[in-house]
């Protein structure tokens, strides 16, 4: 048997507005597990406002981390209040400061991930499904893999994104820690994975938390990571395991 993929599944930092316990718990907790951490996904909002000193806040916890990070824009990483940088140029400070530093997509011959954009400037909050964006994540997803995962900020409607063949959906945006089966209108259903805000004081009665997937095969378990007085704690007993459906 094939050592599993350990993937990290992080989002919503939010630098600008940190909930500073959480963030140092984080830190320690990456550190404490690099060597046997495969992949970091991180599903958007970085930061608060967009500010250049909320970017470089996040700039300089990603020098902190020695593990390949996957990397998607939220809507809080582009300006809402300078409609100038906003409709111009509203991923530049993003681009220089995260997507610089961290890759859009991952591949190690088993398991592929494809991040895709679903910041829509004109209504930054809801969201939406780029076709240019659905495009490339297909196209990536061509070559043979066992397990294909897409990771956005935004939790769509599953027909939104159904044109992609994904087997996991990774998303943040809500705050929220949910792990649901999703019904696929055109094909087998898919793993959606939420996870709540990893280091922010933005909490919406939930604690900061975060997900580690396990993947052997087609098998993958999800394991809940929350902030207590001693750290990211999880109990064996909140291991989640699921088979994903076959490909077609």
Not at 131 to 147: G, I, M, N, T, Y
Not at 192 to 209: A, D, F, P, Q
Request: glycine fraction near 4%; charged fraction near 20%.
């Amino acid at each position: 048997m094939h050592r599993p993929l350990r993937v990290l599944h992080i989002s919503d930092l939010h630098f600008g507005r940190i909930h500073r316990q959480a963030l140092d718990w984080l830190i320690h907790y990456l550190n404490a597990q690099r060597n046997s951490l495969d992949l970091i996904v991180a599903t958007g909002d970085w930061t608060q406002r967009a500010r250049l000193s909320q970017f470089r806040q996040a700039r300089a916890f990603l020098k902190e981390i020695h593990i390949p990070v996957v990397s998607v824009a939220g809507n809080h990483d582009v300006p809402l209040y300078n409609l100038w940088i906003r409709f111009v140029s509203p991923f530049h400070r993003y681009q220089k400061y995260i997507a610089r530093h961290t890759q859009d997509h991952f591949r190690d011959g088993h398991v592929s991930v494809a991040g895709i954009c679903s910041v829509d400037i004109l209504t930054p909050v809801a969201g939406r499904a780029h076709s240019r964006e659905l495009k490339r994540a297909r196209e990536f997803f061509e070559l043979p893999s066992k397990v294909r995962i897409l990771a956005l900020h935004h939790p769509l409607p599953l027909v939104e994104l159904s044109s992609v063949p994904a087997d996991i959906i990774l998303s943040g945006h809500a705050h929220t820690s949910k792990i649901e089966w999703l019904e696929n209108p055109s094909g087998p259903k898919v793993l959606h994975i939420s996870s709540g805000t990893s280091s922010s004081s933005r909490l919406r009665e939930e604690v900061n938390s975060f997900h580690l997937l396990e993947i052997v095969g087609r098998n993958v378990s999800v394991q809940t990571f929350a902030l207590s007085d001693q750290g990211f704690e999880a109990e064996a007993s909140s291991i989640k395991n699921f088979k994903l459906p076959e490909l077609p």
